[in-house]
């Protein structure tokens, strides 16, 4: 009769450790199908061309094939601006409004919800509105410049703002994110810093410089981080108002190339070099701005 609870409680920790590790197990298998796989897929067909059915290893065939491509560079640089644009306004908007939501006493159930509801619509949905809004015909915008005197622009067709008008719509359309997790930082600040800030005579802007920027710089520094590698990938913004290329190829981003080697040129090898590309280049950037941050600390 000794034996039988040390068995009893073997087999129950049996039966509690294998669900753990079933459920484990399952994470596992579904990052490794959905996520690792393509990761080493791509990898290898960077490095492989398919002819005729048959599949080579073409060595950096690809990776040139890519760089002689005139669109190459001009992508690279559409996205290096769109990202440059996005941290001005994409950054800066959100932690404004969150800002702004937090002086409210009341109704801040109501602005939360108002702000975050365009995250909350479909892409497709807040892109055929703003492509109704930016109509040079009857769109609301234009409309709304010829009330106040100003001239009237050709907002997607124009390859000097087209860049900038899709950057508009996007900080629209996922700004709502952004703004609710500053706003929970903003929240978590001691007041009694805010009123020391006031007793020694701080403005608004000395107390957002020298009390809520300081208090909020891990949030600020992880979404500055995730803001550069979101916007380097930037694609269903620029495809579905200007089509992807837009007016002389003014809104082509790396991402959208990618998607004309693979689906369009159907050159997956080139299409996979310059993901892989563009990977080496976030996983680069990610690497220094974390060596920098510890940096920083110590």
Avoid at 116 to 140: E, I, Q, R, T, W
Avoid at 182 to 198: H, K, R, T, V
Wanted: overall charge negative; charged content about 10%.
């Amino acid at each position: 009769m000794g034996p039988r609870p040390a068995t009893g409680h073997f087999a129950k920790t049996l039966r509690h450790n294998l669900t753990a590790h079933g459920f484990l197990i399952g994470a596992v298998v579904c990052f490794a199908v959905f996520s690792w796989y393509p990761m080493i897929r791509e990898f290898l067909l960077a490095f492989q061309k398919t002819e005729n059915g048959r599949t080579t290893w073409a060595g950096l065939d690809n990776f040139r094939t890519v760089a002689n491509d005139p669109a190459f560079w001009q992508a690279w640089g559409n996205t290096a601006l769109y990202t440059a644009l996005a941290l001005v306004l994409g950054f800066a908007v959100p932690f404004v409004a969150a800002l702004v939501i937090n002086e409210f006493r009341h109704a801040q159930a109501y602005l939360r919800l108002l702000v975050y509801l365009p995250v909350m619509l479909p892409p497709v949905a807040s892109v055929l509105l703003f492509k109704y809004l930016y109509d040079p015909g009857y769109g609301l915008l234009n409309e709304l410049f010829g009330l106040l005197g100003l001239p009237e622009q050709q907002w997607l067709q124009d390859p000097d703002i087209s860049l900038l008008a899709v950057v508009i719509a996007s900080t629209w359309m996922n700004m709502g994110g952004a703004t609710l997790i500053y706003l929970a930082a903003l929240q978590s600040i001691p007041g009694e810093l805010y009123e020391a800030a006031e007793l020694d005579g701080a403005g608004l802007l000395r107390k957002v410089w020298h009390v809520t920027v300081p208090q909020t710089r891990l949030v600020l520094s992880l979404m500055l981080l995730m803001q550069v590698i979101a916007t380097m990938q930037v694609f269903v913004e620029p495809f579905l108002l200007t089509g992807g290329a837009g007016p002389e190829g003014s809104t082509t981003t790396v991402v959208y190339l990618i998607y004309q080697y693979a689906f369009s040129f159907n050159n997956y090898g080139a299409a996979a070099a310059l993901g892989l590309l563009l990977l080496v280049l976030l996983a680069g950037f990610s690497a220094a701005y974390v060596k920098l941050s510890r940096v920083e600390d110590e």
